[in-house]
């Protein structure tokens, strides 16, 4: 019996006039590594982003909430200092990336290391300096520390619903989604945070001045900051070099340069330069770095030795001069090749409900001043409901005041103690908050 042949189905070829469109290998595999990377890394950016890199509107990221916040409820604002191990244990409650995450988070934010220009911890032994890459900080058992006195104005009003609470990451306790700050912490001190496609570079000004211009705006939302902040105030000095364009960006826009010249004297006895302040960007050691550099190739030929002469009193690095050189012409020239004359990069980048946004000085006020006010007005209206509920007792207290003596025989006359309130209600017109309030009055 003859087999049939089996046709083998071809799949029909597209002709010119078909709408198809053909992909090679390697647009579908880009297509599916997009896809994955919108799947899988689209939420981890987010996480970045709004967890962990940018600053709220209360000026702090979580890391930094999450430590102050545990210090405020182990009693360290009016207490003595405690050992830095047992704050960075019990900030685990809330922040469990580790404690070596949270100690150096806890440094930076420290008087004597000298990062900030309103330090919150007081900070006691080695927590390093800012200014020097190679000063290392003390480990945490044998450093001291508890909360600086402005620390009062993070968390004034914080137990009057002012803020929302939120579960831990555990669920076991609850942490403030912010903190209800009395003055713009978000501008007061420097803030660095690097996210995924994004970044945030916040420079520090002066508290009066920024208070000052607070004022001006709830007045005045047009006011002329350029008038209240006329440029920003580093922690570690420095001298800027002042342009009103540049500046003007800043407080309009959140974007701009502002270039800091390192401050220098002359020492004429000892034929030295002594460098005490420099650009909060860089560091001692990369200063010397580089000059280093250019003394070996021959650019800088006046320089006969360097040294770090930094101690308890301060930074101090002191460059010893050839006979006969001339430091204001010698520095003119380090100026323009090394670090000590250096540009901060202003990115006002800030979380607002959750949302990254680039705003000025201005805009950072005005949405201050917005947190502000709806603090203010969860407090107010938290108080108000507290002194309602004392109202509606006292009401209660005087119905029963004005007859005690038929109060009196109507809880001696209840048998079962269940009923002493319900019979308090009827006999008195009241309801059951206000006779249970008066029934638990003590008779003296």
Same mark, same amino acid.
């Given at each position: ?38 799947? &899988? ?30 210090? =405020? ?5 009016? #207490? ?81 619903? !002012? ?5 831990? =990451? ?14 713009? !912490?978000?501008?007061?001190?420097? !803030? ?14 002066? /508290? ?62 000892? &034929? ?21 550099? /250019? ?28 006979? #006969? ?54 407090? !107010? =209206? ?63």
């Amino acid at each position: 019996m003859a087999r049939k042949k089996e046709k083998k189905l071809t799949p029909a070829r597209p002709q010119l006039g078909d709408n198809v469109e053909i992909l090679s290998a390697g647009e579908v595999l880009e297509s599916a590594i997009t896809d994955t990377l919108e799947t &899988n890394y689209m939420p981890y950016a987010m996480s970045v982003i709004v967890s962990r890199a940018l600053p709220e509107i209360d000026g702090f990221k979580p890391a930094h909430r999450k430590l102050l916040y545990t210090m =405020y409820e182990m009693g360290l604002l009016k #207490g003595n200092r405690t050992k830095s191990a047992n704050i960075v244990g019990s900030t685990m409650h809330l922040n469990p990336h580790g404690d070596a995450a949270i100690y150096d988070t806890m440094v930076r934010m420290g008087r004597s290391n000298e990062s900030l220009l309103v330090p919150f911890v007081d900070s006691k032994g080695n927590f390093g300096k800012a200014y020097s890459r190679d000063m290392a900080y003390a480990a945490a058992r044998y450093t001291e520390a508890k909360l600086e006195p402005v620390c009062d104005e993070l968390f004034r009003d914080i137990d009057k619903d !002012t803020v929302d609470f939120v579960p831990n =990451y555990d669920g076991t306790t609850t942490e403030p989604t912010l903190l209800p700050v009395t003055f713009p !912490t978000i501008l007061a001190n420097n !803030t660095l945070g690097i996210a995924v496609g994004m970044a945030s570079n916040i420079c520090s000004f002066n /508290l009066e001045e920024l208070c000052n211009a607070t004022i001006a705006l709830m007045k005045d939302p047009q006011a002329d900051l350029r008038e209240i902040i006329p440029a920003p105030d580093f922690v570690g000095g420095g001298t800027i070099l002042y342009d009103a364009a540049e500046m003007q960006n800043v407080l309009e826009n959140g974007r701009g340069s502002v270039r800091v010249r390192a401050k220098w004297s002359y020492d004429k006895e000892n &034929n030295c330069i002594d460098v005490t302040q420099i650009p909060p960007t860089t560091t001692v050691e990369a200063i010397m770095d580089k000059i280093t550099e /250019l003394v070996k190739l021959g650019k800088i030929r006046e320089i006969s030795d360097m040294r770090d002469e930094t101690d308890l009193n301060g930074l101090k690095l002191t460059i010893d001069l050839k006979r #006969g050189q001339d430091p204001d012409k010698l520095m003119t020239r380090l100026y323009k090749a090394t670090p000590l004359e250096d540009s901060f990069a202003c990115n006002f980048n800030v979380l607002i409900a959750g949302q990254p946004k680039v705003l000025g000085v201005r805009s950072i006020l005005n949405e201050w001043i917005a947190f502000r006010a709806e603090c203010v007005r969860r407090r !107010t =209206y938290y108080d108000l409901q507290g002194k309602q509920k004392r109202l509606h007792l006292l009401k209660g207290l005087k119905a029963i005041l004005l007859d005690i003596d038929k109060a009196i025989e109507i809880v001696r006359n209840t048998a079962e103690e269940t009923e002493v309130v319900p019979n308090l209600m009827i006999g008195f017109g009241i309801d059951e908050v206000q006779a249970e309030y008066v029934a638990e009055i003590k008779l003296r």
